[in-house]
């Protein structure tokens, strides 16, 4: 059970002694309850505490790591079950499935296709995750040949031939893999000897349970769990059920991420990535079914407590020169992205400045006074505007226009008044006459 912040106090030292880093006891009792710092920080709690404490502020579910050395992939981690209530830390990696039944040729091909695809989404850039190869050939030497070809990717081996999953493990000298195969002891036995994350099977979260209690008293705690379900309904029960199980109860037990077969199924895939797969296998699919999957993960895993930011300095949108008109706006990255396409559209090379809002819109750091004339004057002043244009205007958004006369006296440029809305910037632009 988890105990609150000042449950945690009243079985600390309270010497205050700052050893921990934070300034009293108590700051760091409500460090440890929100999962900000490790319990040995502070080296002087006595041994019957800090068995007590130890269980209680145990994270409910495991963080994996996986993949490549030089840049891990991580998944679990996580504490809630809903995002509104903290955040979701780690999104579910996109496993792209790929048979060693391809002949070599088409393989590589594949392969180099799935590394060379991105996904832009508000300012983002993101690539697929990982590739799943499928020893369909029943060849220990096929499968060897295709996870060669496929080594610079993080790899999800699938076989149920031991000794095939043993050789491929070989060669794989970059990076720790997962392996789904079987549950049984010699395939835990492989993955605690050679570092590898097992997915665990199971045809629902009692077998799961057992799978992994016997996985971890045989040494393995890289683990994730794998329900083998049947159907998006089945999926949504059980995910959710495992997902409770770990968060609500902290059974030891099923406190893993989980592994999802989508396949070819979208809404399958779309279940998975709201509810709760730390994995997803998927067929291969084209690019343009791929991008709307991406762009749901990337709402879903988008910190609710973090406003999304662009950076703010000055951007250039088309083949801009010295007459161009500046437009001023805030970095929210949702007001970047609404204003920028709208400024191409117009077809008018224009100058964008972007000040630092915190991440907040235009009407909202208005009020918060994080968008005034002061800050607006000096990110005029900064950007080094002066020596880009020779005209001396700028634009400010229609929700601003109060700004106006107090800007144009603190950055001595002329202050005109835009639309309140994007939409509004094409015609505005087009009918500006500088
Ligand atoms: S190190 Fe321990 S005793 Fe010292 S302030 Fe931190 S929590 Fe308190």
Same mark, same amino acid.
């Given at each position: 059970?988890?105990?609150?912040?000042?449950?945690?106090?009243?079985?600390?030292?309270?010497?205050?002694?700052?050893?921990?880093g934070?300034?009293?006891? #108590?700051?760091?009792? +409500?460090?440890?309850?929100?999962?900000?710092?490790a319990?040995?920080?502070?080296?002087?709690i006595?041994?019957?505490?800090r068995?007590?404490?130890?269980?209680?502020?145990?994270?409910?579910?495991? /963080?994996?790591?996986f993949?490549?050395?030089?840049?891990?992939?991580?998944?679990?981690?996580?504490?809630?079950?809903?995002?509104?209530?903290?955040?979701?830390?780690? $999104?579910?990696l996109?496993?792209?499935?790929?048979?060693d039944?391809?002949?070599?040729?088409?393989?590589?091909?594949?392969?180099?296709?799935?590394?060379?695809?991105?996904?832009?989404?508000?300012?983002?850039?993101? @690539?697929?995750?990982?590739?799943?190869? @499928?020893n *369909?050939s029943?060849?220990?030497?096929?499968?060897?040949?295709s996870?060669?070809?496929?080594?610079? +990717?993080?790899l !999800?081996?699938?076989?149920?031939d031991?000794?095939a999953?043993?050789?491929?493990r070989?060669?794989?000298?970059?990076?720790?893999?997962v392996?789904?195969g079987?549950?049984t002891?010699?395939?835990?036995?492989?993955?605690?000897?050679?570092?590898t994350? #097992?997915a665990?099977?199971?045809?629902?979260?009692?077998? #799961?349970a057992?799978?992994?209690?016997?996985?971890?008293?045989?040494?393995?705690?890289?683990i994730?769990?794998?329900?083998?379900?049947?159907?998006?309904?089945?999926?949504?029960? /059980?995910f /959710? $059920?495992?997902?409770?199980?770990? =968060?609500?109860?902290?059974?030891?037990e099923?406190?893993?991420?989980?592994l999802?077969?989508?396949?070819n199924?979208?809404?399958?895939?779309c279940?998975?990535?709201?509810?709760?797969?730390?994995?997803?296998?998927l067929?291969?699919?084209?690019? *343009?079914e791929?991008?709307?999957l991406?762009?749901?993960?990337?709402? =879903?895993?988008t910190?609710?407590q973090?406003?999304?930011?662009?950076?703010p300095?000055?951007?250039?949108v088309?083949?801009?020169n010295?007459?161009?008109?500046?437009?001023?706006?805030?970095?929210?990255?949702? /007001?970047?992205?609404?204003?920028?396409p709208?400024?191409e559209?117009?077809? =008018?090379?224009?100058y964008?400045?972007?000040?630092?809002?915190?991440?907040?819109?235009?009407?909202t750091a208005y009020?918060?006074?994080?968008f005034?004339a002061?800050?607006i004057?000096n990110?005029?002043?900064?950007?080094?505007?002066?020596?880009?244009?020779?005209h001396?205007?700028?634009?400010?958004?229609?929700?601003?226009?109060?700004?106006?006369?107090?800007?144009?006296?603190e950055?001595?440029?002329?202050? =005109?008044?835009?639309? @309140?809305?994007?939409?509004?910037?094409?015609k505005?632009?087009?009918? !500006?006459? #500088?």
């Amino acid at each position: 059970m988890a105990l609150t912040g000042l449950q945690i106090y009243k079985l600390l030292p309270k010497t205050n002694c700052m050893k921990c880093g934070y300034p009293t006891c #108590l700051a760091f009792a +409500m460090a440890l309850a929100e999962g900000r710092v490790a319990l040995d920080k502070c080296p002087d709690i006595q041994e019957g505490q800090r068995m007590t404490l130890s269980e209680a502020t145990r994270p409910p579910m495991k /963080t994996i790591q996986f993949g490549l050395k030089e840049c891990e992939c991580t998944i679990g981690g996580e504490v809630v079950l809903f995002r509104h209530e903290k955040t979701f830390y780690h $999104q579910p990696l996109l496993a792209m499935l790929l048979s060693d039944n391809l002949e070599e040729k088409d393989f590589h091909s594949k392969v180099e296709e799935i590394k060379g695809m991105e996904f832009r989404c508000a300012g983002e850039v993101f @690539k697929m995750d990982m590739l799943a190869i @499928k020893n *369909d050939s029943g060849e220990a030497d096929m499968f060897v040949r295709s996870v060669q070809l496929a080594r610079e +990717m993080p790899l !999800l081996l699938i076989s149920q031939d031991l000794e095939a999953v043993r050789k491929a493990r070989g060669v794989l000298t970059n990076q720790r893999p997962v392996v789904l195969g079987n549950s049984t002891d010699e395939w835990m036995d492989f993955a605690v000897k050679s570092d590898t994350v #097992l997915a665990i099977k199971g045809r629902n979260s009692g077998e #799961l349970a057992e799978r992994s209690g016997r996985a971890q008293s045989l040494g393995l705690d890289r683990i994730i769990l794998f329900p083998e379900v049947r159907g998006r309904k089945e999926a949504l029960v /059980t995910f /959710t $059920q495992c997902r409770k199980l770990a =968060i609500e109860k902290r059974d030891p037990e099923m406190g893993f991420p989980l592994l999802g077969w989508a396949g070819n199924d979208m809404a399958m895939a779309c279940n998975f990535i709201c509810k709760y797969a730390g994995i997803i296998v998927l067929e291969p699919m084209e690019y *343009d079914e791929l991008f709307p999957l991406v762009t749901l993960r990337f709402n =879903i895993f988008t910190d609710p407590q973090k406003p999304q930011a662009v950076e703010p300095k000055l951007y250039e949108v088309g083949r801009v020169n010295e007459h161009s008109p500046v437009l001023v706006t805030t970095n929210f990255s949702l /007001t970047y992205f609404t204003v920028q396409p709208e400024v191409e559209n117009s077809k =008018i090379p224009s100058y964008l400045l972007i000040t630092d809002s915190e991440g907040m819109s235009v009407q909202t750091a208005y009020a918060a006074d994080k968008f005034n004339a002061r800050i607006i004057s000096n990110a005029v002043h900064n950007s080094g505007l002066k020596e880009r244009v020779k005209h001396r205007r700028i634009i400010i958004p229609g929700y601003v226009a109060m700004l106006k006369a107090a800007l144009e006296e603190e950055s001595g440029w002329e202050v =005109i008044i835009g639309p @309140k809305e994007a939409n509004g910037i094409p015609k505005f632009l087009r009918d !500006l006459h #500088l």
